[in-house]
């Protein structure tokens, strides 16, 4: 059955920040992925690590002023250095919380540089963070993202994540594979599942639409989580979505399924 870690960025959100790993870990889970760790209390993210036995297996490289809707600063050649300059805070960070991989987020296009610009400077840059992250052991991430919640994106699906990572052709750079995000830009998650899980590192769930918890739209779990198993994928399965209502309440088909243990268990 497929691994589950829960998102203390988007989950358990009624907490302060460090308090979320206790609740993540007091419903059963044994791993988590966040955001961003650059302005948080490292020393205690780590305690808290240890103090649940959680493993963390996610976070993103440094993506711009998020408040404010950057998305990722990967793509826009007028950032490049300070694109550089977060990856070596992601080097710097990375080994001390033992995360095995880090995503990076294309961010959006800028429309005063030519398509050609932009996607030399995100392989550029994508090629120069593999490298960088493989010093340390540690695996990048590239993830798409729809374009209708992030207009403008500039990896809007997984056909062009695949094809993005063949180009740069690099051992260390795999895709994130989000199925929220892979179902509002039309693609079927199963399918590309069956299709290409050998390629993907990690995968991101949230229902559709109103990407809240599992159950609670259109989306067949069966299904999907039948498709990761068959496809022998070996990664985590994380929960990234906005819950509706309390977050504790929402993991009622993930226990009905055998993936998180019993409330009474946990």
């Not at 780590?46 to 990967?74: D, Q």
């Not at 199925?179 to 390629?199: C, F, K, N, S, W």
């Not at 209502?245 to 929402?250: A, F, K, L, S, V």
Request: charged letters at 25%.
């Amino acid at each position: 059955m497929p691994r589950i870690a829960a998102n203390v960025t988007m989950l358990f959100t009624e907490y302060p920040f460090l308090e979320r790993f206790d609740r993540a870990a007091a419903a059963g889970f044994t791993a988590v992925e966040f955001l961003f760790p650059y302005d948080e209390d490292l020393d205690g993210v780590e305690r808290t690590l240890e103090r649940n036995g959680l493993e963390l297996v996610l976070f993103n490289l440094p993506a711009g002023n998020w408040a404010a809707g950057e998305r990722g600063i990967a793509c826009q050649p007028a950032r490049q250095a300070e694109f550089r300059d977060g990856v070596e805070r992601a080097v710097a960070i990375g080994p001390r919380l033992k995360v095995p991989q880090i995503n990076c987020l294309a961010g959006k296009r800028d429309p005063g540089t030519s398509a050609e610009d932009t996607r030399a400077t995100l392989i550029d840059n994508l090629r120069y963070a593999a490298e960088q992250l493989d010093t340390v052991g540690i695996d990048l991430l590239v993830e798409p993202v729809n374009t209708h919640d992030i207009p403008d994106f500039a990896v809007p699906t997984t056909v062009d994540g695949l094809a993005l990572i063949d180009e740069i052709s690099h051992s260390n750079l795999r895709l994130q594979f989000d199925t929220y995000h892979a179902m509002r830009m039309g693609e079927d998650p199963v399918q590309l599942i069956v299709d290409h899980a050998a390629r993907v590192a990690h995968i991101q769930i949230a229902d559709v639409p109103g990407r809240h918890q599992p159950g609670t739209g259109e989306v067949d779990f069966r299904a999907l989580f039948a498709a990761i198993d068959g496809a022998g994928y070996e990664g985590w399965v994380s929960l990234e979505y906005n819950p509706e209502g309390q977050t504790e309440d929402g993991f009622g088909l993930m226990r009905e399924l055998g993936l998180l243990p019993d409330a009474t268990d946990a």
